[in-house]
């Protein structure tokens, strides 16, 4: 089990530099911590979802239901990583499902917690939001690489 210490710990780790103890505290006592087993879905696609996932301990498979019915892999996630942080962003669905691979230690921060933070003008929260937008331009510039390598221009 992760204690409080080493959770603090990866929260400065997830969120980068130049986040304060102070900063990371304040997000650690918004935080929601929860155990998973292997198998159990974290996220549900489609369902709405309970905010974002610091995921502490263990990993998880991304999936993605294609037309056919069929579930897809998109990515295994080892943490620590941050899953389902579209949540904080947009009141959108979840786009995927999150399973875990392992047994997981996560911890939650829901929309409405979020919504405090920044109510309060939390910098903490200002700079999670510039770690999710990090998270998802590095996401979607693998997912370009990809688009380009499945449409054979990856050599233009």
Request: aromatic share 2%; charged share 20%; with cysteine.
């Amino acid at each position: 089990m992760v204690n409080p210490a080493e959770t603090r710990k990866i929260i400065h780790s997830l969120i980068g530099r130049g986040v304060t103890s102070q900063q990371v505290e304040q997000l650690a006592q918004a935080l929601v911590g929860q155990k998973v087993a292997a198998g159990h879905v974290l996220i549900n696609e489609s369902d709405r979802p309970s905010g974002l996932v610091l995921l502490l301990q263990g990993g998880v498979e991304v999936f993605k239901h294609g037309p056919d019915g069929q579930r897809q892999s998109l990515a295994k996630l080892e943490a620590p990583t941050l899953v389902g942080e579209m949540s904080l962003i947009t009141d959108r669905p979840s786009s995927a499902t999150v399973v875990a691979v392992t047994e997981c230690e996560l911890q939650v921060l829901t929309r409405a917690q979020f919504q405090r933070l920044i109510a309060g003008d939390s910098i903490a929260a200002y700079k999670l939001v510039m770690t999710i937008a990090g998270v998802l331009a590095e996401r979607l510039a693998k997912l370009d690489r990809k688009v380009l390598e499945l449409t054979g221009h990856w050599n233009l």
